[in-house]
């Protein structure tokens, strides 16, 4: 929790301190449809227990975003399981697909909670996965961030 605080001062500071203003920030590899995903390490687990990926995207547009897809895919040593958010989400191995409906207001975000376990045998130290956002209606909409999920003992 103390880490993400600080992580958030950080990146608080960092952009209020580069351009004055409190608009959009560039972000390298963005897509450019605008609409991003914010990067976030899920809580670290141990062997056999539970920890939630949480697929957060960004409408950085002036407008209302199109309908959106937000994939999280995990690598194997850990597995998507239990109850997923929204409600659309639908799992398929190592990937979870959920759909958001379209009128994402500018400068708001949106979350899809994913629950995944970490292998009880799975040796550590870490298990990774990337959250992607895309759009059927605006292939502009196209972002993807990785995260790691600390294993620990």
Known sequence: MLRRLAVAVA???AVAGSSGS????DRPGAGSGAVVVIQENPDPAAPGELTTVHGIIAN????????LVV?????????????????SCKAAGQTVTCTFPAGLPSE????A????RIAADYPGPAVGGTVTV????DP???DSEDFVIEVVR
């Open 140 to 142: 502009s909409v196209d």
């Open 134 to 137: 895309t759009s059927p209606g």
């Open 60 to 67: 950085e547009t002036p407008g209302y975003a199109p309908e």
């Open 22 to 25: 409190a608009g959009p920030v």
């Open 11 to 13: 990146v608080c500071g």
């Open 71 to 87: 994939t999280v895919t995990v690598q194997p040593g850990a597995t998507p399981e239990g109850r997923y958010f929204p409600r």
């Open 108 to 111: 708001r975000t949106a979350t």
């Open 113 to 116: 909670l994913v629950p995944v």
